[in-house]
């Protein structure tokens, strides 16, 4: 906590709230055993094919998924490779548990066709506990082999109440108040609607993007008085617009300014979430970017919901999805990343250094 008091009061605040949170999870835990460790064992409370102790000991596996620097006990020590892999995934399934007992919980997973094995354990696990645990698992229909891998993995769980919802796309005139409730529009011109929702097929997500870029682009001109809208001067009925998704993306980058564009492609370089010192220090060492000049690119970029405030950490940005990032990585050449690459390690090199010299000087204070 001294360390991270020093590097920042918010990491201070939140490493001192999770350790509260942890040990009083593990307090309830050890005084159940305490107290009825037969019943404890026989409801495979306590220990786990892994021969984990105790969640207080246990608790340094949870630190590199948390993000958080958690010192080793003497029990997590002992465990290494797949045992530890096993352990936490033991230790996540009891956490999950445990909390079950006080509220139902619902646990939502997307994108469940790109799992791990590790993750699909978990998953495997919490259904067949008996808690009052809700499992939301989202995928999408990809191709035959991903459908038949989903598909085996999911009849596997230990759930006699499963339910399959198929979501099918939306129809146009569903499409169209999705475009318009985005966009702040009563209405859409019959030229953008017709274009809007034949592209999109029902995908929120194109046609929302559809509709932005249509916007940035200058092809439709919109009235936030009045929420109307219409077609730009010269622009005809025939829309001539990207049929991927990518493509769009595409048009929305293409349409902001220069300096915004080069910061949202160095941006993606950095990662999908990125530290706005950093990102600052980056433009600085790589286009003498004032870090005045960023902030006011990056709330711009904001309100166009390329990126988005992260919604728990002050201080850090991230993309609105891994799809904007990916476009925005690929629109720089790969020469020009490796300047963005050798800022970022500098940030992190002096980061390091600060908080190591921070550390030491707390501990000559407490000595």
Known sequence: LAAASAASPSAAAAAA??????AAIGAEYNSGNNNNNNNSNANGNNNSSSGMGSIVDMLPLLGPVLGIEWPETEASRRLINMTRMQALCDLIVLLFRRCSERQPIVITVDDVQWLDASSWSIIHALSAVGARIMLVLITRTMNEVLVEHVSSKLNNLQSPNMLWLRLEGLSSDDTIKVVCQQLRVTSLPDAVADTVSQKSLGNPYFAVELGRGIVESGILLVNAEDGTCRLAEGVGSNLRLPTSIVGIVRI????????????IKIAAVVGREFDVKMLQRVMASYNDMDPDEVLELLHKLIELKILVAHPEQYGKVEFANDLMQKVAYSLLPYAARQPVHKAVAEFHEENAKEQEDSVHGNKGLLL
């Open 17 to 22: 709230s999770a350790a509260a949170a942890y």
């Open 252 to 263: 929305r980058l293409d349409s902001l300014k220069p300096q915004a564009q080069l910061l």
